[in-house]
């Protein structure tokens, strides 16, 4: 019987989530290098921005078209 290593499938998995690539901010098209500046639209889209201010505008611009959170 062959053995099967858990740990290393976890390895993989987390490997592949940190190779992820980077996105543009939807906003003002910098590298996103922080996530969790994302905005969902009422279309299922997801916007990521590089920072608060970028989402804040982007809100305020299209507010009929986003989610409220
Ligand atoms: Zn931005």
């Known amino acids: 019987m062959s053995k099967f ?11 592949v989530l940190m190779s992820e690539e980077k996105k543009a901010c939807d906003l003002c098209g910098l ?11 009422k279309t299922g889209e997801q ?10 505008i982007f809100q305020m611009l299209r507010e009929d078209e986003v989610l409220p959170e």
Request: a neutral charge; proline letters at 0%.
């Open 47 to 56: 916007k990521s921005f590089c920072c608060e201010g970028c989402k804040g």
């Open 5 to 15: 290593c858990y740990y290393a499938i976890d390895l993989t998995a987390t490997g």
């Open 31 to 41: 590298t996103v290098e922080v996530s969790g500046f994302t905005l969902k639209l």
